[in-house]
């Protein structure tokens, strides 16, 4: 359950006042889209998302995003991990850069973790199910380009 919750931490993005390095964020008109849902809290175990009408028109349609990898287990090789704004190096669990938005990423092929920047195109999968046990919204069947 904490893994759970820490991703969903991970995915949200709070509003902590950020002190990163602005030329590594990572912007783009996809990323404003992910970024424009919103969540309905039911109690404190239940997080609904609440997706607008242009981020609707994206799902289970092919949907690209640079960012970068952040692994969720060990090894070099990865074909499931959260993709994210900001750097891991940028250190957002230290309380002072805050919590950038993340997708969960499902890759058909293995790619090799790197500190640079990443393409991914796949399908855009919403999930309308409680927040706190799974990531809202996906890429899967994906590939880096």
């Known amino acids: 359950m ?34 424009s849902v919103d969540f309905k809290i039911v109690k404190d175990s239940e997080m609904y998302v609440v997706y607008n009408p242009e981020i609707k028109k994206h799902a289970n349609k092919p949907f690209e995003l640079e960012g970068y990898l952040v692994p969720i287990k ?36 293995p790619i090799k973790f790197t500190y640079q920047t990443i393409t991914i195109k796949g399908t855009l999968k919403l999930s309308a199910g ?14 880096s380009i």
């Open 2 to 35: 904490k893994q759970l919750i820490l991703i969903f931490l991970l995915f949200t993005g709070y509003a902590v006042k950020a002190q990163h390095n602005p030329n590594d964020q990572i912007t783009s008109s996809n990323w404003d889209v992910i970024g």
């Open 74 to 109: 060990d090894g070099m090789k990865q074909t499931k991990f959260m993709l994210s704004t900001l750097p891991i190096n940028q250190c957002y669990f230290c309380g002072k850069n805050g919590v950038p938005i993340m997708v969960m990423v499902e890759l058909a092929e």
């Open 130 to 143: 409680n927040a706190m046990d799974n990531p809202p919204i996906a890429l899967v069947n994906a590939k």
